[in-house]
């Protein structure tokens, strides 16, 4: 970002070392993409939750939200405006200072995640050498806000829910991370384009289908995601039917709106960091990281564009499989979600970086093979994906069902 801005800076016929004003510079542009950054972590999040809603319609043969907008669209805009409207209540008992920044620290944790995400080529905050360990630790700060706004609420569901979450996101950030140091092995680098760039463009060339370990890594990393996020089947710290509404009961108005701001952004968080990781990121199938580094010119806005395309469509089909998720699988009960963490996935995501360590002096050694397992590996992933499209496709004939875009959609 640095030699981006320097190079504006001598556009202008000035020098970035002696100008006295390149450090006003430096502030202002940092300053305007991380208000571009946040507003677009706010807006996707405020779109999916009226997507959430409109997928929940879908799947439970109702109507959604279709009034607000075309098919229902601006919710989320009326719902934002509302909420800003509504008014602050405070409990009379809770510790109002640490009450009132609780939702700012998920805020915080959630938007730091978007400095090292990539969104296309060159579409990237800071490219940081430490990417992957950035992501991890600015993270915990969502699990210091829960905790935070449970205690200062004073309410005994409120401390429920925070304990649950403490304990549910600690656990499961340790097979999430250890699921994540496989790509890292296999790219050596905790760069986040550096490990799309040590991938390729088409699917037998992604992390996923590199070997077994790291098919079950990703499994592991998603279930380990889904958990963090306190989404469906994980939603234990804010089980209505036990803790009435979890660590956030006691809020209202546009604080309340912060704490599912970050659950439903936080989609695209897990899902983005999915398709960095395992699913090849922005590279376009047939053009190499090194020749796209060489276009220039119109084609290379074109490819620049693609690749953002490519990208945002992995990410959203993700997106679409935790919506789909949560309004298929019913809520675990907390021993059943703490055995899985603990005597599965932890095991399994040690076992896994060993087995890629010991699988990585093997490929060296015979190249062959890590060839003929990635066909292997992706000729499996294609079957299965088939075989779930034509019992879907078959469900959806069985049932009669039919898609309705204009009134029930």
């Known amino acids: 970002m640095q030699a981006w801005i ?3 800076i001598r556009h ?8 006295p004003w390149t450090q006003f510079v430096y502030l202002g542009i940092m300053g305007a993409i991380s208000f571009a950054v946040i507003n677009f972590a706010a807006i996707t999040a405020g779109i999916f939750s009226c997507a959430e809603r409109r997928v929940a319609a879908r799947m439970q043969s109702r109507v959604g939200p279709n009034r607000a907008g075309p098919g229902g669209f601006f919710q989320w805009i009326a719902d934002a405006v509302k909420l800003l409207l509504k008014e ?16 700012y620290f998920m805020m915080v944790g959630f938007a730091c995640v978007f400095v090292a995400l990539p969104f296309s080529h060159r579409l990237i905050v800071a490219d940081m050498n430490i990417g992957i360990f950035y992501i991890l630790a600015v993270t915990a700060l969502i699990v210091v806000g829960i905790i935070m706004s449970g205690w200062s609420s004073n309410s005994k569901w409120s401390l429920f829910g925070a304990i649950r979450s403490a304990a549910q996101i600690i656990s499961y950030e340790i097979p999430a991370g250890m699921a994540l140091m496989i790509p890292v092995l296999l790219a050596g680098s905790l760069s986040t384009q550096s490990i799309i760039r040590a991938q390729g463009g088409w699917p037998w060339q992604w992390f996923i289908f590199d070997n077994p370990a790291a098919t079950l890594a990703f499994l592991i990393y ?11 089947p994980f939603d ?3 089980a209505e039917s036990e803790l009435v509404s979890g660590y956030n009961t006691e809020y209202s108005g546009m604080r309340f709106s912060y704490f599912f701001l970050v659950e439903w952004g936080n989609m695209w968080v897990m899902s983005a960091l999915a398709v960095t990781m395992f699913c090849g990121g922005w590279n376009i199938p047939g053009l190499t990281p090194e020749h796209f580094d060489q276009l220039t010119g119109f084609i290379a806005v074109v490819a620049e564009l693609v690749s953002l395309g490519l990208f945002a469509f992995k990410t959203l089909f993700f997106v679409f499989i935790v919506m789909w998720l949560r309004w298929t699988l019913p809520r675990i009960r907390v021993d059943q979600m703490m055995n899985m963490c603990w005597k599965y996935l932890v095991p399994a995501s040690f076992a896994g970086v060993l087995f890629v360590s010991l699988w990585m002096l093997v490929v060296h050694a015979a190249p062959w093979l890590g060839v003929v397992m990635r066909l292997v590996l992706t000729a499996g992933g294609a079957f299965g994906v088939t075989m779930f499209c034509l019992r879907t496709l078959k469900n959806i004939r069985d049932t009669g069902d039919k898609f309705d875009f204009t009134s029930n959609w």
């Open 12 to 19: 202008f016929g000035q020098d970035p070392a002696t100008w």
């Open 236 to 238: 234990l710290p804010e």
């Open 222 to 232: 998603f279930i380990s995601a889904l958990a963090e996020g306190n989404r469906t």
């Open 88 to 103: 602050d209540l405070i409990p009379e008992e809770a510790d109002k200072f640490l009450f009132r920044i609780a939702p």
């Open 6 to 8: 320097d190079s504006i």
